[in-house]
């Protein structure tokens, strides 16, 4: 009988540590959804942007990524933004791809446009600009050192 009441402490034991680790996870997911609308966008590269990824606004929070697909006749990637509802952009914003420093996470940056018109649940952002390369930009600065010091030796 002991036997039984120490397995049944342990097993609640067990159960209760279970729940804690699930309960974790489950707040520390990017599930959350946004009250808001969605709004998508075609870029050419979105190098570390991924579903979850933040929407800002002057550098605030406002929304994030809950979709990322390649749009088969254009092959550019498409993703959709649900942003908050209290944000109402002019139809000419634009959204680009930026980094928090120099290795840090990718995030979508809206910058408001001067249009009367706003933009709709389910409307397309038109204005883009990719993400850039790190590796894209080192590669270009060693290479135009090298072509100048190739030109300088030529003369």
């Known amino acids: 009988m002991r036997h039984n009441v120490i397995e049944t402490i342990m097993g609640f034991f067990v159960l209760?540590?279970?729940?804690?680790?699930?309960?974790f996870a489950y707040l520390s997911s990017q599930l959350d959804t946004t009250d808001g609308y969605s709004l998508s966008a075609k870029f050419a590269r979105i190098d570390g942007v991924q579903v979850g990824s933040d929407v800002r606004l002057s550098g605030v929070?406002?929304?994030?990524?809950?979709?990322?697909?390649?749009?088969?006749?254009?092959?550019?990637a498409v993703l959709k933004m649900d942003v908050q509802r209290s944000i109402q952009l002019p139809k000419d914003s634009s959204a680009e791809i930026l980094s928090s420093g120099l290795l840090g996470s990718k995030y979508i940056a809206l910058v408001p446009g001067g249009d009367d018109a706003f933009l709709k649940a389910g409307d397309e952002i038109s204005f883009t600009q990719a993400a850039v390369s790190l590796e894209a930009m080192i590669g270009q600065v060693i290479f135009s050192k090298k072509d100048k010091k190739d030109e300088e030796n030529k003369k």
């Open 61 to 76: 929070a406002v929304g994030k990524v809950s979709d990322v697909k390649i749009d088969p006749e254009t092959y550019q």
């Open 16 to 23: 209760s540590i279970a729940g804690f680790f699930l309960t």
